[in-house]
């Protein structure tokens, strides 16, 4: 679900009960509007949504992953350890990140933390490397991830918020939320909780021209367009 919004520079926010439904929403909020092309420096023209907020109300009910997803065969595909994408990068900085003259392991680091203080308000990751990211040419999206816990103290639920600069949202934004989702319930069953709501919060949340058309048949399907 999207609040109804006709002017394509202020914020959205959409809602799914599942990540499936969540990403759904979004693609019809993105391209439910009209709105200027922009000329882009990597992957060209483009639609832009400013500080969409995405939320998915639970990140274990099915669907996870939105049948409608083009590139779902991608979230299955074997990795080699040495490629260099974004996904061994994020992987990387969670569990390896440089700490003097050691590493720092930040999801085991956040598990201790919860383990000691469940309600804590710091149980924070940092992916964004300014040392490199200034000025990478394809510089890491998501930038800083939040775990909470909230809910009655008998039944408590981990959520996630995640903080992203730059998000594809044809292509790249359901696999960024379905593998954020496995962290979130890797965590939560460490501290032996149950996952709970997952927010995404994309600065830049774009679809590229060539994938526009496929993004308003998805709006097609279900109502149209405004």
């Known amino acids: ?88 990068a994020i992987r990387d900085r969670l569990e390896y990140w440089p700490a003097g003259d050691g ?44 775990f909470y816990a909230r809910g009655p103290r008998e039944a408590p639920k981990l959520g996630l918020t995640v903080l992203v600069r730059s998000s594809d949202a044809w292509v790249g934004a359901m696999a960024d939320m379905w593998y954020f989702s496995r962290i979130q319930a890797s965590i939560a069953d460490a501290v032996e909780i149950q996952p709970g709501p997952d927010f995404d919060h994309p600065v830049s949340y774009h679809m590229y021209e060539q994938d526009v058309p496929a993004g308003r048949e998805l709006l097609l399907l279900d109502g149209g367009l405004e």
């Open 103 to 146: 590493v720092l392991n930040q999801l085991e680091g956040i598990v201790s933390l919860l383990k000691r203080n469940l309600y804590s308000r710091r149980a924070v990751a940092s992916l964004w490397n300014p040392c490199i990211d200034s000025t990478a040419f394809n510089a890491i999206s998501p930038c800083i991830l939040q």
């Open 1 to 88: 679900m999207a609040k109804k919004n006709s002017d394509a520079t202020l914020p959205v926010d959409v809602t799914g009960a599942t990540l499936g439904d969540a990403w759904e929403a979004s693609i019809k909020a993105l391209v439910g509007v009209r709105r200027p092309l922009l000329e882009g420096e990597v992957g060209g023209p483009y639609i832009e949504a400013l500080n969409m907020i995405i939320h998915a109300r639970s990140t274990s009910v099915s669907p996870v992953v939105s049948p409608r997803y083009r590139y779902a065969f991608l979230l299955s595909r074997p990795r080699s350890p040495a490629e260099p994408d974004e996904i061994s």
